[in-house]
């Protein structure tokens, strides 16, 4: 109720009031002022009927008794309208959401493509198409929600479900289901004039018995995914094993082959050089062993010590 019939009805009432005492108390004046009470009343009265005021986020559809739902809608301000002769219906036209679950009552029941319960709590966010809110009153009117958009959306997410497993709804194809109820829903309500924002599934309920089919599942292949990590690991460790071996067995190859090398080069060495036959075998006598080696055609050693003890 507007400031203006407040106050008009409360004029009225005490200008009635001033006429009862007026003709009461036999004064004109109180019956001319009380008479005035109501006469203005009674303005105010239709001034407020008259000055409809749309607030910010909507828009007003007007109907006539003469002319019917008018197409053009009013936007958000003030409007003047005739009363009685002119109604106007608010639409909001913000971003808003529905949501049917076990928490409001009214949670969705459906079956998956194997024909087990599958339990389903879902959030839709809509908005109202601001330029065609007038055909939306005039097909639907303003329980559109509860008229068609929520059997919309029950039969949107039964048949979304029908098309999956019970194991895929709650892991990988969960996603999937959202998209496809989405546009579903986009498309069915399309031509009612309510756009669809989003879907969101908020819980997707199904079977214990798949639940702890599926948790025996996933413990068992995280089982084989250890298993597999650790013959991977055993694998790396014998291929390192193998490559260290390698690298051993070509060291050991490299010091023969080069120690091979060596004796072939002290060898000809040896050959092409007699003399130093005789110097390798001297070096190779004991320390103690005191050797004097004189220059002769003979190349023959004498030993000191003998020649020491003969003395």
């Given amino acids: 109720m507007s400031i203006l019939l407040v106050i008009g009805l409360a004029l009225a009432i005490l200008g ?16 001319l002022a009380g008479i005035g009470g109501v006469i203005g009343g009674a303005v105010l009265a ?25 197409q053009d809608e009013l936007g958000e301000g003030l409007h003047i309208v005739i009363p009685v002769v002119q109604q ?16 409001t009552g009214d949670q969705i029941n459906a079956r998956s493509s194997e ?20 055909r939306l009153h005039q097909d639907i009117g ?10 919309q959306i029950r039969t949107a997410v039964r048949d979304g479900i029908a098309e999956y497993n019970a194991a895929d709804l709650i892991s990988t194809q969960r996603a999937a289901l959202q998209r496809g109820i989405e546009s579903e829903l986009s498309e069915s309500l399309s031509s009612d004039n309510i756009l669809i924002l989003g879907v969101l599934l908020r819980d997707v309920r199904i079977p214990n018995l798949i639940t702890d089919a599926i948790e025996e599942k996933q413990a068992a292949e995280q089982q084989v995914e250890v298993e597999e990590n650790r013959r991977r690991q055993s694998e790396i460790a014998a291929q390192r094993r193998v490559i260290e071996a390698t690298g051993e067995r070509d060291a050991a190859i490299a010091r023969a082959e080069g120690e091979a090398e060596a004796l072939r080069l002290r060898a000809d060495a040896l050959r092409d050089n007699p003399d130093l036959i005789q110097l390798e075998f001297a070096q190779r006598l004991a320390p103690t062993v005191q050797t004097i080696m004189l220059p002769t055609d003979g190349n023959f050693l004498m030993d000191v010590r003998q020649l020491v003890r003969n003395e």
Avoid at 54 to 62: D, E, H, M, W
Avoid at 63 to 70: D, E, I, K, P, T
Avoid at 142 to 151: E, G, M
């Fill in 115 to 134: 024909g087990l319960d599958i339990g389903v709590d879902v959030t839709v966010i809509y908005q109202v198409v601001g330029r065609e809110a007038a």
């Fill in 142 to 151: 303003p329980s559109f929600v509860n008229i068609r958009l929520r059997p």
């Fill in 16 to 31: 009635f009031a001033l006429i009862v005492q007026g003709v009461q108390l036999q004064r004109a004046q109180m019956r």
């Fill in 46 to 70: 239709f001034l407020s009927a008259a000055i409809v005021i749309i607030p910010a986020g909507f828009t007003g559809v007007l109907f006539s008794v003469f002319g019917g739902v008018q």
């Fill in 88 to 103: 106007v219906t608010l639409y909001d036209l913000r971003q808003q959401e529905i949501t049917l679950a076990t928490t």
